[in-house]
């Protein structure tokens, strides 16, 4: 019983949750930020790295190379990783303004380089699925190769891999978290400080609370997104 | 020797509107094409017969360019599309071409279905491009689904939606790739009509088709197909009634028996 109570009071201590409620907020805004930014630019450097490596024809080969090297090292190496690489070796370098950013910055570089690899073959998938005859249709109507990606795969594309994409951005999210290995002050750390400074836990779980709140709502919507499309499948397959 | 045709040249060479001389086609070890020709005059109706694998899409796939060709040549409307430097969009600009699955673009509405080529291929305003648009709709009779998306269509609707999204362009050629062949039967002659239409209004084309009445009705020569060569070729009621060749009566007497049991 009596372990059960130190349990209770160092993780679930109502008090010392209250009062690390403020420091964590100010921190998970930082993640929020990171998040959103991220995010954004993922969504924009997957998408042209996925037609990079859908180019056809032998003179795009190097660049089609190049797309798959891309993806399958920051893939491959862990997030903590490509942080050190960034958070540390890009200040290392004396490079100009790229050596002198805020450890922000450096925190989203990481999460953008990490992710644009993963959510490139949600993409690439996408593109893959839309079936030729769409782009036969579409060239044999004159529109050429690029409107042809522009008006017709891409969009449906796109249309069928947001929920694989959404679920990819639930992982970018909690991952924000990562960068903290670099010095980034954000909601983990000041809980580590918090909880210290404290004896106590709690400040944890506020910051977990922070991080669930966010990932629940992005995941019953990605649940609903896949269940209409099926509902709409089914009700075509009749 | 030139790698192109100037009009003079093919003037002189042939008045036919397409000419297909001696082309073959492989995919990989199979020969799909042997030494196929083909000729086409203006506002005339060519049909292709012959069973599945014979060739025929193939062949018109290779008219579109939607195919490359490894030996032989085709020239339409006095463009040589099989040597140098082709441009391609161009081409097809001025070739419609309606496949057995129509095709329609599934997240686009009917009215940008027939819009979207016209617009950003031939650079139409979109103003321009929704009123010949829906005067083409209101033809076929589906000016009130212009706005619906393609599932909501049948797939008689869907195919007639195909034909005029490929009139837009206002082709000189239409091929027709076996456009009946995935629709249930009473749905075949609403779309067979609206062709018997387009042949009435001096449309040039090729088409691949199943349907021997349709054929005997509007084609001016039709051409047997077998393993991937024109095995006879001539005037409907010639091919239709008195073939010559064995394997030209041995498949039709297949799909006459297939058409009784229907």
Redo the contacts between chains.
């Keep these: 019983m009596h372990a059960l109570q130190q349990v209770l009071h160092a993780f679930f201590n109502l008090h010392s949750f209250t009062l690390a409620l403020p420091d964590v907020w100010a921190g998970f805004q930082v993640n929020l930020k990171m998040m959103v930014i991220a995010e954004a630019l993922v969504l924009v450097f997957a998408l042209a790295l996925a037609i990079v490596r859908g180019l056809p024809g032998p003179t795009a080969k190097p660049l089609r190379v190049l797309a798959i090297a891309y993806t399958d090292f920051f893939r491959g190496t862990p997030i903590i990783i490509v942080a050190f690489f960034v958070g540390f070796g890009l200040p290392g370098l004396q490079l100009g303004f790229i050596s002198n950013l805020s450890f922000v910055t450096y925190g989203v570089i990481t999460l953008t380089l990490v992710y644009t690899a993963y959510v490139t073959e949600v993409y690439r998938a996408g593109i893959e699925s839309v079936h030729a005859?769409?782009r036969?249709?579409?060239?044999?109507?004159?529109?050429?190769y690029w409107?042809a990606m522009r008006?017709?795969v891409i969009?449906?594309a796109v249309?069928r891999v947001i929920p694989p994409l959404l679920n990819d951005f639930i992982g970018l999210q909690k991952d924000t978290s990562i960068v903290y290995v670099i010095g980034v002050t954000e909601a983990a750390s000041l809980a580590q400080q918090f909880s210290t400074t404290n004896g106590d836990f709690p400040s944890y779980l506020v910051a977990a609370t922070f991080f669930i709140l966010i990932t629940i709502p992005l995941a019953r919507f990605t649940d609903h997104l896949v269940a209409v499309r099926e509902r709409r499948e089914r009700a075509?397959a009749f | 020797m030139n790698a192109t045709v100037d009009d003079n040249d093919a003037g002189v060479r042939n008045a036919a509107f397409v000419d297909v001389r001696g082309v073959s086609k492989w995919f990989g070890d199979l020969q799909v094409l042997n030494r196929v020709d083909v000729d086409v005059s203006e506002h005339n109706v060519v049909c292709l017969i012959g069973a599945s694998g014979s060739g025929k899409s193939t062949l018109l796939r290779c008219l579109?360019m939607?195919e490359q060709v490894q030996e032989g040549e085709i020239i339409v409307d006095g463009q040589l599309l099989t040597h140098g430097k082709v441009d391609?969009?161009?081409v097809?600009?001025k070739i419609?071409?309606v496949?057995q699955?129509y095709?329609?673009?599934?997240?686009m509405t009917v009215l940008e279905n027939v819009t979207?080529?016209p617009r950003?291929?031939?650079g139409i305003d979109r103003q321009e491009a929704e009123s010949r648009a829906r005067l083409l709709l209101r033809r076929i009779g589906l000016e009130a689904k212009a706005d619906e998306f393609p599932?909501r269509l049948s797939g008689g609707q869907q195919q007639r939606v195909a034909i005029v999204?490929?009139l837009a362009?206002e082709p000189k050629l239409m091929l027709l790739d076996e456009i009946t062949s995935a629709l249930d039967p009473q749905l075949v002659s609403e779309v067979l009509q609206l062709v018997r239409e387009l042949a009435e209004s001096g449309m040039t084309m090729i088409v691949a088709t199943h349907e021997m009445g349709f054929a005997r009705e509007v084609a001016d020569k039709v051409c047997f197909l077998d393993a991937g060569r024109i095995l006879e070729e001539g005037p409907p009621e010639q091919i239709l009634s008195e073939p010559r060749e064995p394997r030209t009566r041995e498949f039709l007497s297949r799909v006459l028996e297939a058409e009784k049991l229907a």
């Design positions: 005859s769409q036969a249709a579409a060239r044999s109507l004159g529109l050429s409107q008006y017709i969009p449906q249309r075509q | 579109n939607l391609v969009n161009a097809r600009k419609g071409i496949f699955a095709n329609l673009f599934p997240h979207l080529a950003k291929a031939r599932d999204r490929a362009m």
